[in-house]
């Protein structure tokens, strides 16, 4: 008893120590805001008393929605993500958050932050919605005073400087991107700055990584959503938007689920009020707030200009939506230290000096309507190599700009402004449309009056870098050659950025947004989006740095000029004294190259045609290909591939540096591989059971295979060292898929144990009459392995049934 009554008296005297403050124990103002205090006026007041920093919170702050975004202004010294080095550089970001304050009993205050994975855009359901999920509680700050005109005093210090993820690195970066624990005897707020619109906290952070300590300044900035979202825009998948994805209880299936429906990444543009007639008459008016982009004041002086016409370029993009000047990017004037790159109230092209060949467009929205708020467009140093590497493989062998080991600062820089329009395109909302490209025809290609005028893709967010179907004959200059912000690009933005009229019904939004996708669509086909995140490529017409409406052809022509281009590497690239790891390094770019003509035919085999259409539209969603694109496909990698391509062997460059010809030998057998896969039998399966007649099929495609890559059992020729290899793997790939049906009653099964046979009985004939001992050896052994797999299992089930008889 006295164990329990000892128990009782200690939990008493732990409430009584851990109670947080009454009201009539809130201490006075000014003794919790002494005249000493520096003091910063933003939606929230900011007060540092020595090295604490209090909040004032007034009551019209509760309640509403709070933004962070947060970054690193330093990264730590000799640490850099593994995963492609992102989220470890200056500037990089590394979280957001939204959250609320919020009253709670005994003067306190809450920090919730919100989710917006569900949602009701209307108010059918607010109440169910609200009752069924609750926001997580991340902290409760006991007010310490109340000021004079009534807001609320708490203490920050100790939450702004502790590992949280409302002002530091979300659970999922961090877990990639700081392998690190959190030492808070090493971290401290540096600043905590407050400005008219935005509230910006530097802070030294440290974390323990086994005897490592990893240490760097980061940036939280702080801004108050609007109180009224932006107006949303659903997304259409017929025009290329990113989007935020909730779950909408007012969007209702017929079988009555609910939908994900998401609103599209667009800045909120308006017209002045005073502009508001003329907008809707159809003039052209400046929106009240423009997209500006600043340059990095430590961007290379050289590059500013044409970084800059990478965002001006947009405008012509935005007039179609209504808008002059919307968008345009400009430098930090001179001697302007106020700037801070990492300060939420800018958009800036960051400059990094990174050996990471890549630069990305950035943006960060508000989650509940899918409003830009800022963007940051990442700039990576490196990525001026992949560009030299880009032009001279794909346009090298008809620019001779291309064929030197630097590029001119003019060539390097028109460069630079398309990879900084592409990257725009997505900080204003664009995603990838990889089947832009495939509304070009071969022919307009290499017409060099049309392509100039054109381009050779109507949308730069294509990843379709350079026209390398041109040929030297075709005379097609660097207007024909370069991609740039096209005929999709300006539809799109128009798409998303036209303001409907005034009073528009919320029901008669979708089918006003449907009418302009349909009637853009039946004006020409250069208006489509081709859905640019599928990795498998299982939509052949969708892939990514690909050209033409023909991949086999356009493969033809890009092949031709690598021709050109292999023999002249070291005349073009190598410098004097210098090593020969650059040719080394050019000539894997070359082969890279190849390998995705090989990829883009590869993908044909097997595939899908895909239209996004809605019941406003006629015509098929899903189309496969037909029988005889599929075998020219194949045909083309039997005499392009699989035939060995002695052009790409580079004897003297292999005596010069570590690569050698198994780049290539290895491409060809990972494409057989890829053909030679249950998977692929199950996409030429389902394009069988459609009950279409113009079918390719899985016997089609290994007979077609066997054809070119056995041709020396035919011709009786000598089967070379790469040739033999390949004849093995193509054995071994057999022997595979026999396993992989061998329980299955399927009649890929079948056509395959079929082939097999054929494969077996042909290579043993062959080794046994043949003359050429080489041959012998080779196919003797390749017989022996199916045979072992075919007629062995079936004498041991005969000796297995007899013994039981």
């Not at 630097?406 to 995603?431: K, P």
């Not at 199950?682 to 007649?693: N, V």
């Not at 070379?720 to 299955?744: C, H, I, M, T």
Request: contains cysteine.
């Amino acid at each position: 008893m006295k164990k329990i009554i000892g128990t009782l008296l200690l939990l008493a005297a732990l409430c009584n120590a851990y109670a947080l403050p009454s009201a009539d124990s809130l201490k006075p103002y000014k003794e919790i805001v002494p005249a000493t205090a520096v003091t910063g006026k933003s939606f929230i007041t900011v007060h540092q008393v020595n090295n604490r920093y209090l909040f004032e919170i007034p009551d019209s702050i509760l309640g509403r929605d709070l933004f962070t975004v947060n970054r690193i202004i330093q990264s730590p010294q000799d640490w850099r993500n593994p995963f492609s080095g992102l989220c470890s550089y200056g500037n990089d970001w590394i979280g957001q958050s939204m959250f609320r304050f919020r009253r709670a009993e005994n003067n306190r205050i809450m920090l919730q932050v919100v989710s917006t994975s569900e949602r009701t855009s209307g108010n059918d359901l607010s109440a169910s919605l609200e009752r069924n999920n609750t926001d997580p509680l991340y902290a409760i700050f006991p007010v310490l005073a109340k000021s004079p005109e009534g807001a609320w005093v708490i203490d920050m210090t100790d939450f702004l400087n502790s590992d949280n993820s409302v002002f530091g690195y979300m659970a999922a970066i961090k877990m990639l991107a700081m392998p690190g624990t959190f030492a808070a005897d090493r971290s401290f707020l540096n600043s905590v700055k407050a400005f008219p619109a935005n509230i910006e906290i530097a802070s030294t952070r440290s974390y323990s990584a086994g005897n490592t300590t990893l240490t760097g300044l980061y940036n939280s900035s702080l801004i108050l959503l609007p109180k009224e979202p932006m107006k949303g825009r659903l997304t259409d998948e017929r025009v290329g938007f990113f989007g935020i994805v909730p779950t909408d209880f007012r969007q209702w299936n017929d079988d009555g689920t609910v939908k994900m429906a998401a609103n599209i990444w667009r800045w909120k543009l308006e017209p002045r009020k005073e502009d508001m007639e003329k907008y809707f008459r159809g003039e052209l008016v400046e929106p009240e707030k423009p997209i500006v982009f600043y340059i990095d004041p430590a961007t290379p002086k050289k590059w500013v200009p044409y970084l800059v016409a990478g965002v001006n370029d947009w405008q012509a993009a935005f007039e179609k939506a209504g808008f002059r000047n919307a968008i345009f990017a400009k430098e930090v004037p001179e001697g302007d230290t106020t700037f801070d790159i990492n300060d939420a109230r800018h958009n800036v092209i960051v400059y990094k000096a990174s050996a990471i060949g890549n630069a990305m467009g950035h943006s960060l929205q508000d989650p509940r309507s899918g409003e830009i708020i800022e963007s940051h467009i990442q700039w990576y140093h490196s990525v001026q190599e992949i560009l030299y590497k880009w032009y001279l493989t794909q346009a090298g062998a008809v620019d001779t700009a291309a064929q030197k080991p630097y590029f001119s600062d003019e060539l390097m820089g028109q460069l630079i402004r398309f990879v900084s329009s592409h990257e725009v395109g997505h900080a204003v909302g664009l995603r990838h449309n990889w089947g832009a490209s495939s509304t070009t025809t071969i022919a307009q290609l290499r017409d060099k009056k049309w392509v100039e005028a054109n381009g050779h893709t109507p949308s730069i967010m294509d990843y379709a870098r350079f026209n390398y179907v041109a040929q030297p004959e075709d005379s097609i200059g660097e207007a024909g050659l370069f991609p740039r912000i096209g005929d999709y690009d300006k539809w799109a933005v128009e798409w998303g950025y036209k303001l409907l009229p005034p009073g528009t019904a919320a029901g008669a939004e979708a089918p006003i947004l449907d009418k302009w996708i349909v009637d853009k669509l039946k004006e020409s086909k250069r208006f489509r989006f081709g859905i640019g995140d599928d990795p498998s490529a299982k939509f052949p017409d969708n892939q990514r740095e690909d050209m033409g409406d023909d991949a086999m052809e356009a493969g033809k022509y890009g092949i031709k000029n690598l021709q050109r281009i292999a023999p002249q590497l070291f005349n073009w690239v190598q410098t004097p004294g210098a090593t020969y790891n650059r040719v080394e390094d050019v000539y894997k770019a070359l082969v890279a190259q190849y390998e995705w003509y090989i990829k883009h035919v590869t993908a044909n085999v097997g595939g899908v045609q895909f239209t996004p259409l809605t019941t406003s539209q006629n015509g098929d969603v899903y189309a496969f290909f037909p029988r005889s694109k599929q075998r020219r496909a194949v045909e083309f990698l039997n005499k392009e591939l699989f035939a060995t391509p002695e052009w790409l062997r580079n004897r003297r460059l292999y005596e010069l540096t570590t690569t050698d010809f198994t780049i290539v030998t290895d491409l060809q057998k990972r494409t057989l591989k890829q053909l030679m896969d249950a998977k692929e039998f199950d996409k030429l399966r389902e394009a069988q059971i459609s009950g279409d007649a113009d079918v390719y099929q899985a016997g089609d495609l290994l007979n077609d295979l066997y054809k070119g890559i056995f041709e020396e059992l035919q011709s009786g020729a000598d089967i070379s060292p790469e040739r033999r290899a390949l004849q093995r793997a193509y054995v071994s790939n057999l022997l595979g898929l026999l396993e992989e049906y061998k329980d299955k009653e399927q009649d890929a099964g079948s056509v395959v144990k079929d082939h097999a046979k054929q494969v077996m009985a042909a290579c043993k004939a062959v080794a046994n009459k043949t003359a050429n001992q080489g041959n012998k050896l080779h196919l003797g052994p390749l017989a022996e392995m199916l045979s072992a797999r075919l007629e062995k299992p079936m004498e041991m089930a005969k000796q297995r049934a007899s013994q039981m008889q």
